[in-house]
């Protein structure tokens, strides 16, 4: 997790999480990957200024296959964990993911469309179904 340099706890920010591929790790997501700063949390840290609380998490077995539903449950305790920590925006909680993690976006934006305002799926597909999917995000 990443927050601001000069957090505020009375500024609510906006709350990213970021998801990696199938084999790769919250690590490479923070980092970068080989291309450092500047791809860290896929080029939106950067773009971010500081301005921003951001949450790569650790895919089970490094991959979000949300079985019975087990990583949107994993997400729901990480958001509320997340909340009752730090002074969030909760109008603004987004979700982003490339290859598997935008699987898993796909399955924030089905199942959580009233609780994320937004989600950018990369080379994402639609991998554990879509249930509750009728709500536009």
Wanted: aromatic residues 14%; hydrophobic residues 35%.
């Amino acid at each position: 997790m990443r927050i601001p340099d000069n957090y505020d706890k009375n500024h609510p920010y906006r709350l990213i999480f970021a998801f990696h591929w199938n084999g790769g790790t919250s690590e490479d997501v923070d980092g970068g990957g080989t291309s450092g700063y500047t791809w860290s949390y896929y080029g939106l840290r950067e773009q971010a200024n500081n301005s921003t609380i951001f949450v790569a998490p650790q895919g089970i077995g490094n991959g979000w296959a949300n079985s019975n539903g087990r990583d949107l449950t994993f997400v729901d305790d990480m958001v509320k964990l997340i909340q009752n920590d730090l002074c969030v925006d909760t109008k603004r909680l987004f979700s982003m993911g490339f290859s598997y993690g935008g699987g898993m976006s796909y399955a924030i934006a089905c199942a959580r469309a009233k609780v994320f305002r937004g989600v950018a799926i990369y080379s994402g597909a639609q991998l554990s179904g879509c249930e509750g999917g009728n709500d536009p995000i």
